[in-house]
């Protein structure tokens, strides 16, 4: 069965760049039919979609976080990453892993791990 | 303040069906591009609960079910249950934003 989980400091100073990983495990990471992707949600608010890759590291991203977005897989480790740089408090949520198909839905979900931006 | 419109909320009486519904425009939904429902509990990650317009994944209830017409979308909800209460968010792609996008998300509440 596959599982994905979050890691990550879940405090970052303003300015400063938010890291966090997903590991997956129950399956690998290099398939073909699946993208990997990041959805945050702000306390009480909706999802936002923050970007997706692919296992041979073409990205897309949020047109609205591009340029402050990055993200970056290891396959060795059956990893992916974001980085989010320039951090305000508008960056506070709880940051979600997930598989992502071509459509683009995502069916299977880390558990989210809350990130909070403040000094 | 999303591309996709969700009413706020919606409530039904126990066994009861309710609709949610979404609503785009001709640079999302009504451009021909899927439509995807997710069900979020407080405190808990979404699951998914419709793909690609009608599609129920393997344990979704035959209870819910989506459609999609125009520029709009609609997740039903039949004989509703107490379980049921929880957030829903549709999903689809927009092409003016080159970006999938959510709707703004509808809190059922189970009367």
């Known amino acids: 069965q596959l599982q994905l989980q979050e890691s990550g400091p879940g405090l ?11 590991t997956v495990s129950g399956g ?10 990041w959805v945050r949600q702000p306390p009480g608010k909706g999802l936002e979609w923050i970007g997706r890759m692919f296992y041979s590291g073409a990205t ?9 977005v990055t993200m970056s897989v290891d396959t060795s480790k059956n990893q992916f990453s974001l ?16 598989r992502s198909h071509s459509s683009p839905y995502m069916d299977v979900w880390g558990k989210g791990t809350t990130v909070t931006v403040s000094s | 303040q999303s591309v996709l419109t969700q009413p706020p909320s919606v409530s039904g ?25 997710y069900q979020q509990f407080p405190g808990t990650a979404p699951k ?10 393997s344990g979704v209830p035959d209870r819910f079910s989506g459609s999609k017409s125009g520029t709009s979308a609609s997740l039903a909800i039949t004989g509703l249950q107490a379980e049921d209460e ?5 999903q689809s792609y927009d092409t003016s934003l080159n970006s999938p996008v959510f ?7 189970v009367l």
């Open chain 2, 13 to 37: 009486a126990p066994g009861q069906r309710v609709t949610i519904s979404c609503t785009g425009s001709s640079s999302n939904i009504g451009a021909g591009y899927d439509v995807h429902w």
């Open chain 1, 60 to 68: 897309y991203y949020n047109p609205s976080l591009r340029g402050r």
């Open chain 2, 103 to 109: 709707g703004g998300g509808t809190k059922l509440t």
């Open chain 2, 86 to 90: 929880a957030d829903y968010y549709c």
């Open chain 1, 12 to 22: 970052v100073k303003p300015s400063e760049t938010l890291s966090l990983t997903c």
């Open chain 2, 48 to 57: 998914l609960l419709i793909y690609t317009n009608s599609n129920r994944p």
């Open chain 1, 28 to 37: 690998s990471i290099s398939s073909n039919n699946y993208y990997w992707g």
């Open chain 1, 83 to 98: 980085k989010l740089s320039s951090v305000t408090a508008a960056d506070t949520a709880v940051y979600y892993c997930a």
